[in-house]
């Protein structure tokens, strides 16, 4: 059924677009149809009592495409969106949140599979970097690291407690080798300035402060020294997405 040359829709149409499909007796839009918004956005799939309601496919006209469940006219269940930027999330929403279980692909190729609430990474999740194939397998709190949780590297990887995306306390560097450096890392920072609008700008510097290696036959003195490759500025730069 289509809208085209009925007067009975015009306002309708004015207000919610063009829509080619089915409707129930009331006249609703209802079972499986096509609309095209008045904004450009085009949306295809199953409608229940005038709403979007199952499986359905919306694009956006700035390239956005959303393919999956819909609930009441909100993306709830499970869907994929595909964002301008060329990033993708795959995985569970609620009332057009991600929230739930998902894989999310960032435009650099880094991915987070873990959960989602509100929109941001919460719970546990893995945050994989393509460049360099470490990853940060543990607790996210509010889009940040939280709590207990590890950084994996090619031959060791670094567990300890994590504060807004920092090392929070006592940790200890596990070699692939068969020791463990314990320690702790001291936030210092650095090149405080005042910025445009007059407050004080710092960057955070992370220093490793070994204290015992543990694990070996023969064990040296170690001296402190400057933190082992990691991932720490890298997870700054991701907390905000």
Not at 19 to 48: C, F, I, M, S, T
Not at 153 to 161: D, I, K, L
Not at 179 to 206: I, K, M, N, P
């Amino acid at each position: 059924m289509s809208d085209a040359g009925s007067d009975e829709f015009d306002d309708e149409r004015s207000k919610l677009g063009e829509y080619e499909g089915d409707r129930n007796e009331a006249g609703e839009r209802h079972g499986v149809g096509k609309a095209v918004l008045p904004n450009g956005d085009v949306y295809q799939g199953q409608y229940e009592n005038g709403k979007r309601h199952g499986q359905g496919t919306y694009r956006f006209k700035n390239g956005a495409r959303y393919m999956g469940d819909y609930y009441q006219n909100m993306k709830h269940g499970q869907g994929t969106f595909y964002y301008p930027d060329g990033s993708k999330y795959e995985g569970s929403w609620v009332e057009d949140l991600r929230q739930g279980h998902g894989v999310y692909t960032y435009p650099n190729g880094d991915t987070y599979d873990g959960q989602w609430l509100h929109h941001m990474r919460h719970g546990q999740g893995i945050y994989l970097y393509h460049d360099t194939g470490s990853k940060y397998k543990g607790s996210w709190v509010n889009g940040k690291m939280e709590s207990a949780g590890e950084y994996i590297h090619s031959n060791h990887r670094y567990q300890s407690n994590f504060v807004n995306n920092y090392p929070s306390g006592p940790g200890k560097y596990v070699f692939d080798i068969g020791c463990e450096q314990h320690g702790e890392y001291h936030q210092t920072e650095q090149d405080r300035a005042e910025g445009e609008w007059g407050e004080l700008a710092s960057t955070t510097v992370l220093k490793w402060i070994p204290k015992c290696i543990t694990g070996l036959t023969l064990c040296t003195p170690v001296k402190e020294t400057s933190a082992p490759e990691t991932e720490m500025a890298s997870a700054e730069e991701e907390a905000g997405n």
